[in-house]
């Protein structure tokens, strides 16, 4: 059963804590995204990485870190650094970086305290 | 300007309606608009999508109308049902970039 995994579904920090976000994919895809969703803002991009070993910043990097080791996994911390961390955050991947489809994962929900 | 203004904010219909989510976009560079469908605690999935040299894209009861020389195109849902209650996404990609920028969404609500 191919997809993408974001665990956990809820998460509780208290501020001035780093926490990581996981996301996985078994679609074999090469691109990964994450993107941040706040209420009547609609989606917007943090990090990418279309290749293993390589991420660019999105349009709100500032108080965010990602790694991509794997092909499978691109986590996502939040850093202490992020002024207003509670959102929902969502992962995505595509085929390559010149696919045009993306593919959404459940989304962690992060609340920070 | 990678902006894509979406409009309504919200929008109820009856059942049988037909909703019409609208879009609007300045950057002529964007060759791919995508629409997303997101229901409450759930990732976007993709619903339908359309290139700027085609002006109609129908995929069961959802069309989108794309007007290249206004720079806006549309969502329509055919015989709209409470199962199509959900928050709908416009988004439009530049080659080469692989960026979706997306429309601030939709919230539809249709009454049984």
């Known amino acids: 059963d191919g997809g993408i995994t974001q665990s956990p579904k809820y998460l509780f920090r208290k501020e001035g804590q780093n926490v990581t976000l996981s996301c996985e994919q078994n679609l074999n895809h090469d691109a990964m995204y994450w993107y941040r969703q706040d209420p009547g803002q609609g989606l917007r991009l943090i990090y990418y990485s279309q290749i293993v070993n390589d991420f660019q910043k999105g349009d709100i990097a500032e108080g965010y870190s990602v790694s991509r080791e794997k092909k499978e996994s691109f986590p996502l911390t939040v850093t202490s650094a992020q002024k207003n961390p509670t959102a929902f955050y969502l992962c995505?991947?595509?085929?390559?970086?010149?696919?045009?489809?993306?593919?959404f994962g459940p989304g962690t929900r992060l609340t920070v305290t | 300007q990678q902006q894509v203004k979406q409009s309504p904010q919200s929008l109820i219909v009856q059942k049988g309606g037909i909703p019409i989510i609208n879009c609007a976009y300045e950057n002529t560079a964007f060759d791919y608009f995508p629409w997303y469908q997101q229901f409450p605690g759930k990732g976007p999935a993709l619903l339908i999508a359309?290139?700027?040299?085609?002006s109609e894209k129908k995929e069961g009861r959802f069309t989108i109308s794309f007007n290249k020389s206004a720079k806006q195109f549309s969502l329509h849902i055919m015989d709209s049902q409470p199962g199509d209650s959900a928050t709908y996404f416009c988004a439009a990609i530049i080659p080469g970039f692989q960026k979706l920028v997306f429309g601030t969404g939709t919230r539809l609500l249709v009454s049984p």
């Open positions: 359309i290139r700027p040299d085609v």
């Open positions: 995505a991947s595509s085929t390559d970086g010149n696919s045009y489809e993306q593919y």
